[in-house]
């Protein structure tokens, strides 16, 4: 890259900006190096001087890094930034390098090299399979060129494609590349995977974090004063830069060239200042700087800056001279004067472009709406006539020149590329954005959406647009009925995996009887109508969808029979149905094929969760960790967040608490979790907060839970949070709100005879009928749900019976007999193992045995709960165990409060890590950044800390875990 060393502006000479103000940051990210690999995490806004730093970095002639710079929009271009770094690296090409057979993966990348590179390979499973071997081929290729460090700058536009090799890259071990990624983190989509990156375990790989910040005044007068061949500034004239500018290196750096070029610097004993107070105005932002310098330049340059502006990819002045409409002389000219004015930047092979993006996006928002259609129409048609042009960037400019037709083939093949390419997220991205914003006719509308690959919209408000999109080209009567009834089916499972179960299911049953006889399409719909997750359908319309799927399924080919079988058999088990459980058993875990190991890792994720429902804790903890484990080698980051889940409610169950609130908040807080996963950890956060005591705040949460599920028609999700809900009103005395509260529900499990649903609802519903004095109605539900569960292998059911049955009894006056029967129902959860719910089982006894006349047995009784519970982290519950105690006369001393869950007066995992980032100086905000989780989450977290240790302030708190060896300094700057 060519730093042209300065220009001339109103007769004064302005140089280029020297390094200034990051040479601690540029000392520790050369330290983390010293022992590789490293992987370095480099933050900060637009303009502060990220891609200056790597500059320096890899200055350093030790190491042979490459640098990928990602283009500043999202287009699908798999892998596009390391490609580009990587053909720039190999500029020879590849003969010679010995690559192995899995480099023929790369033709489809590099065509260019299709004569050296070995032959084709053949076609892979699935599109996941052939992104997994294309990144061994690439790493393979990046060895081969000895490459020791990979730089990508701008990661926050940076296509999936290109994320997930990075994490493909920083999982290897070892880890032969090092990396290093800078980003904004205010671009950071809520979906990317720049955040998995920047949180990965770090195992022996050295991490650091830098987050850059504005200069200061110093800092600003130093930049300042290295533009100005290293003569003084006042620092009257650095403070008004720096108020003006905040500080920002590039508003500085542009601050200074625009007021050179109105003459507004000058001398006066020997140092730069600004030539009178009233008369000098430094513009606030970056934009007013850039539009101000080149107004002041000649028109070809202007038209050249245009031009370059909404290209946006770095380009020669032929291609400048075609899409600004000016001749080649003129282009050269205006090229000229924009590298000497700092404007334009030379990159390799004699292509220029902007020198930050700002400064391009300041100059394409200028254009007239009218002028920048006609400047990308021509940007397309000229790049069109280029060899092997990019359709996604074609694409990108026919859409903003209003040219349908042509953006739409162009958009259709950038898709249908990288799919072919292993990327269907970024195949989705770009179809989806064609169905939302192109005015298309229907059966372009069903033709594309067919092609969106399955799976990869999880996201709510694009599964709405493009279901929008889809339910006008439907409503439109235009398409046949074979067009109609595929799109639906598509929409459906759209709807589907966005967690719009009821909607899903309502189009699902319009799509299947026009959906081709004995079609895997047709027999799949027919399966997911058999899942009874929807609130309003009756149980044995779902059995007589499965009966009828199990039947067409005969005439599938081998190769879809176990992903059919799998679905078949979840759906019995959630309907009760012990039958699923010999036929899941049946299903060999075959990984052979990347569709089969998909197929499995889902079956695990699933069974892990319905054993969970069952009671059977250990095998849904056998089931979690192989569907973890799979999920984790292959890559199903939606199976991965699903198990997640699905083992944060398990360790509630088995009374596994021990930074259980962290993962369910920090599981809550992701904005990529999908919605139902979400409301399942926000459901064990309530459950926690309830144990702990603070049942305002548990009743607001259960309350959120219980309606956000509702809405969603996650009928099998609705009995937990219903029930810890209507236990916080009876709790408070409000009898009727319990019984309002469990009685949709109830009609859900009874509806579709899945009283297994029932299972944590039951109880609380026997509970309420019984304190409304309707012991009959409670006797009818026990019967009813003991009928429902019998015969079922279901050992939480069984507990669940025999404490219902010791609440009757209770009720009755039956004491002994009651205490007897809590007695079993605490041996039962004991054996699950249910430590909270066996405690809270003894209570009952407890409490019965005292009143029948064994007070001294109670009592005795009584004192273990308390204790037990404390241990376990349930103190509200001890607390009531231990005004109990009172009541009898029983002197017990009241216990501290507990400040965090299974930590006692230890910091938690994640309350160090806040704590090692106060060290650092980080703010609230910033913390909330670095950790992925919200401002209020991180304030809690510190609040707890500062509670446990004793402090008032974070300044104390820093001081005392560094004083205490909780942090060390060193940690706070490299986490």
Not at 20 to 48: I, K, N, Y
Not at 120 to 133: I, S, V
Not at 325 to 346: C, H
Not at 688 to 705: K, N, Y
Request: some cysteine; glycine content about 8%; overall charge neutral.
């Amino acid at each position: 890259m060519t730093e042209h060393p300065g220009h001339r502006g109103g007769g004064r000479v302005v140089f280029a900006p020297a390094f200034v103000g990051r040479e601690r940051e540029l000392a520790e990210l050369r330290a983390a190096f010293a022992a590789t690999p490293a992987l370095v995490v480099v933050e900060g806004e637009a303009g502060v001087g990220k891609s200056r730093l790597l500059r320096e970095f890899l200055a350093a002639p030790d190491r042979v890094a490459l640098m990928a710079v990602c283009p500043p929009f999202r287009v699908p271009f798999t892998l596009g930034p390391v490609v580009d770094a990587v053909r720039e690296a190999a500029a020879d090409g590849v003969a010679g390098l010995e690559l192995s057979g899995l480099a023929g993966a790369l033709r489809s990348l590099f065509p260019e090299w299709a004569d050296d590179l070995p032959g084709p390979l053949e076609p892979a499973e699935d599109a996941l399979a052939a992104r997994h071997r294309l990144f061994r081929a690439l790493a393979e290729l990046l060895a081969r060129l000895d490459v020791s460090v990979l730089v990508v700058d701008d990661a926050h536009w940076a296509d999936d494609a290109t994320l997930e090799f990075l994490l493909f890259l920083a999982s290897r071990r070892p880890q032969r590349v090092s990396l290093v990624v800078a980003y904004r983190p205010e671009d950071v989509p809520a979906d990317s995977l720049v955040r998995r990156l920047s949180t990965r375990p770090s195992g022996e790989v050295t991490r650091l974090r830098l987050a850059l910040e504005p200069l200061d005044v110093a800092g600003t007068g130093r930049l300042m004063s290295s533009m100005l061949a290293g003569e003084p500034v006042s620092e009257a004239f650095a403070g008004l830069v720096h108020r003006h500018t905040e500080g920002l290196p590039l508003a500085v750096e542009e601050s200074v060239r625009l007021m050179s070029d109105r003459t507004d610097l000058v001398r006066r004993r020997g140092e730069w200042v600004r030539r009178r107070l009233g008369e000098i105005h430094v513009p606030p932002t970056v934009r007013d700087a850039v539009l101000e310098r080149a107004r002041r330049l000649a028109p070809q340059t202007q038209a050249v800056l245009r031009a370059a502006a909404v290209l946006v990819d770095p380009a020669d002045a032929a291609t400048l001279a075609a899409v600004a409409e000016v001749r080649p002389e003129q282009a050269r000219s205006g090229v000229a004067e924009a590298l000497e004015r700092g404007l334009l930047e030379e990159t390799t092979g004699g292509l220029v472009a902007f020198r930050h993006i700002l400064a391009a996006r300041a100059v394409s928002d200028a254009i007239p709406p009218p002028d920048r259609q006609a400047l990308h129409e021509r940007a397309g048609t000229v790049l069109e006539g280029a060899p092997k042009p990019s359709a996604a960037r074609l694409a990108r400019h026919f859409k903003h020149a209003g040219l349908l037709e042509r953006w739409m083939t162009h958009a259709e093949r950038a898709a249908d590329e990288a799919a072919a390419g292993g990327d269907p997220d970024a195949a989705a991205v770009v179809l989806q954005d064609l169905l939302r914003s192109a005015d298309l006719p229907p059966a372009d509308v069903a033709r594309l959406a067919a092609k969106i690959p399955p799976g990869s919209l999880t996201d709510t408000s694009r599964v709405q647009d493009v279901a929008r999109t889809l339910g006008s080209a439907l409503a439109s009567g235009a398409l046949d009925a074979g067009q109609t009834a595929r799109t639906r089916y598509e929409l459906a499972l759209m709807l589907s995996g966005a967690d719009a179960l009821d909607e899903s299911r309502r189009v699902m049953e319009l799509a299947v009887p026009d959906l081709p006889e004995g079609s895997w399409e047709r027999v799949r719909g027919m399966a997911l109508l058999g899942w009874p997750r929807t609130s309003n359908c009756p149980g044995r319309v779902h059995r007589e969808w499965l009966r009828r799927a199990a039947e067409a399924a005969r005439s599938l080919p081998a190769v879809h029979q176990p992903e059919i079988t799998e679905k078949i058999a979840v759906a019995l088990l959630l309907l009760d149905e012990p039958d699923g459980w010999e036929l899941a058993a049946g299903i060999p875990d075959d990984l052979a094929t990347a569709a089969q190991r998909r197929n499995t890792a889902h079956r695990h994720a699933n069974l892990a969760e319905v054993a969970t429902r069952w009671g059977r804790y250990t095998q849904a903890r056998s089931h979690a960790a192989t569907a973890l484990e799979l999920a984790e080698r292959f890559g199903y980051p939606k199976y991965r967040e699903t198990i997640l889940a699905t083992l944060v409610h398990l360790d509630w169950f088995t009374g596994a608490w021990e930074g259980l609130a962290d993962r369910a908040e920090e599981l809550a807080d992701n904005e990529e979790t999908l919605p139902l996963n979400r409301e399942q950890a926000r459901l064990v956060a309530g459950l926690l907060l309830m144990a702990d005591g603070r049942q305002g705040e548990a009743e607001s949460l259960q309350a959120a839970v219980y309606a956000q599920v509702r809405d969603a028609g996650g009928g099998d999700f609705m009995a937990q949070p219903a029930a810890a809900l209507a236990r916080l009103h009876l709790a408070a005395g409000r009898v009727d709100e319990a019984l309002r509260v469990v009685r949709e529900p109830v009609g859900v499990v009874v509806n579709k005879e899945t009283w297994l649903w029932a299972t944590e609802l039951v109880p609380v519903h026997v509970d309420a009928l019984v304190a409304a004095e309707r012991i009959a109605d409670a006797a009818d539900l026990v019967a009813a749900f003991g009928g429902g569960v019998r015969g079922r292998d279901a050992p939480a059911s069984r507990a669940v019976l025999s404490l219902c049955r010791g609440i009757l009894c209770a009720a009755r006056g039956e004491h002994t007999r009651a205490a007897a029967l809590f007695a079993r129902a605490a041996a039962a959860w004991d054996r699950l193992p249910r430590p909270y719910d066996a405690l809270l089982a003894r209570e009952r006894q407890a409490a019965s045995l005292c009143a029948a006349g064994s007070e001294e047995a109670g009592l005795n009784l009584f004192d273990d709960i308390s204790s037990r519970l404390t241990a376990l982290g349930a103190r509200g519950d001890a607390a009531r165990v231990m005004h109990t105690l009172r009541g009898h006369g029983v002197d017990v001393r009241p216990t501290a409060r507990w400040s965090r869950r299974g930590y006692g007066d230890r910091l938690s995992p994640r309350e160090v890590d806040v704590a090692r980032l106060v060290v650092a100086g980080r703010t609230n905000r910033e913390i909330a950044a670095a950790l992925f989780v919200s401002p209020k989450t991180v304030a809690r977290h510190m609040d707890s800390a500062m509670r446990k240790l004793g402090v008032a302030s974070r300044t104390a708190l820093a001081v005392k875990v560094l004083e205490d060896g909780i942090v060390t300094a060193p940690d706070a700057i490299t986490q």
